[in-house]
């Protein structure tokens, strides 16, 4: 049973340049979540979705940024312009969210953006 | 101060000695999460323990949790050098079910 996959693992881009970061949840796994993991820093909540819904992303810039869970495919945590700010490791977490008040959220090797 | 933060922010044992972490929070919370991420890796889910729970153990881990304290630990026992690691607690949000708030993170150490 594969865990959550995430590529690129390293994206280097320079400033001005779009980023794409994807992630296939852990099979079973319907929903997805996005958190940013700064230098020295704890991993910070950007976005949760469901399939083809945006369910929360109150962590997420207002501007640049955009993540979609579609249908078929993996998620895509998008990133247009990108600054040198944004560079920092992206990962994403699943969960089965099949009841309860909470879940496990299990979490992908993440992708390292350094942006020049 | 963050919800969620870990102290010591590093530590360093010999192995075979136990090491203990803690993290404290300051809304109130349905559960917390103890987390390892080794360098430059994803995170490894440890330890889940929910609100209405005191401890909990898995393996060589054991976790308290003192709601009246808002404060959390991790005790990991007769340590080896494979778990050097970051260790973080992660909280819920009160009134969230999914939106986890991370410290900072101890760094432990463990030399052989």
């Known amino acids: 049973n594969a865990g959550v996959m995430q590529n690129p693992r390293h994206l280097v881009r320079r400033r001005g340049q779009e980023a794409r970061l994807r992630c296939s949840p852990m099979?079973?796994?319907?929903?997805v979540y996005w958190y940013r993991q700064l230098p020295e820093e704890g991993l910070k909540f950007m976005v949760y979705?469901?399939?083809?819904?945006?369910?929360?992303e109150s962590g997420m810039p207002k501007e640049r940024f955009s993540a979609e869970f579609p249908k078929e495919g993996p998620s895509i945590l998008r990133i247009q312009q990108v600054v040198r700010g944004d560079s920092a490791a992206y990962f994403c977490?699943?969960?089965?969210?099949?009841?309860?008040?909470?879940?496990?959220?299990?979490f992908g090797p993440g992708t390292r953006l350094l942006v020049l | 101060s963050q919800q969620g933060e870990e102290d010591p922010q590093a530590l360093s044992i010999q192995e075979g000695e136990n090491a203990t972490m803690n993290c404290s929070y300051k809304?109130?919370?349905?559960?917390l999460q103890w987390y390892r991420q080794n360098s430059g890796r994803g995170l490894v889910h440890l330890i889940l323990?929910?609100?209405?729970?005191r401890e909990k153990h898995s393996g060589r881990l054991r976790v308290t949790l003192d709601t009246s304290k808002k404060s959390s630990s991790l005790l990991i026992t007769a340590s080896r050098a494979a778990d050097t690691a970051s260790y973080f607690c992660?909280?819920?949000?009160?009134?969230?079910?999914?939106?986890?708030?991370f410290g900072k993170g101890t760094l432990l150490t463990v030399n052989p």
């Open positions: 977490a699943s969960s089965p969210r099949t009841g309860g008040y909470q879940e496990t959220q299990y």
């Open positions: 099979k079973g796994h319907s929903h």
């Open positions: 979705l469901q399939k083809e819904n945006i369910i929360d």
């Open positions: 809304t109130s919370i349905n559960n």
């Open positions: 323990i929910r609100s209405n729970e």
């Open positions: 992660a909280t819920d949000l009160g009134g969230s079910n999914y939106k986890l708030t």
